[in-house]
């Protein structure tokens, strides 16, 4: 599978709430992680960094798919974070690529899609610190 149809199959558990910056670059991760090799892949390739596991080309994704109508960036007042969501046209696209996939994995990315999004920053950040120790090692996150 490609980067644009992970992005859009992962996003669409979200029934087009929006994620920030870091419930964003944790949810692929995780789906990456737990499920990737089971839908053909991801496409991306995350490293650990200040905050966890990262990959540039998630926003570049995301970009592309904003381009495409499938995505919205929302770019609020200044100090404030980015927010990532699907267009209608990007939920319709995600849920069609779900038939793709067996039922349970569907369920999954529900499920993730709702932990990451119910996390604080530090919550979040702090779980994915202890189920993969491996992407702490360039930390700045205090815990």
Avoid at 23 to 36: E, S, T, V, Y
């Amino acid at each position: 599978m490609n980067r644009r149809d992970f992005a859009l199959m992962a996003l669409a558990g979200a029934k087009r709430q929006p994620f920030s910056p870091v419930q964003l670059q944790k949810l692929l991760f995780l789906l990456d992680r737990n499920i990737g090799a089971r839908v053909g892949g991801s496409g991306f390739n995350f490293q650990p960094y200040h905050y966890g596991p990262f990959d540039q080309s998630v926003y570049t994704t995301l970009g592309q798919l904003e381009h495409q109508g499938l995505a919205e960036i929302q770019n609020p007042e200044e100090g404030a974070w980015r927010r990532y969501r699907l267009t209608e046209a990007g939920q319709s696209e995600g849920e069609r690529l779900w038939q793709a996939i067996d039922g349970r994995l569907v369920e999954y990315i529900d499920s993730i899609c709702h932990f990451v999004r119910s996390q604080s920053f530090a919550g979040l950040v702090s779980s994915i610190y202890r189920a993969y120790p491996d992407m702490k090692v360039n930390s700045v996150f205090q815990e």
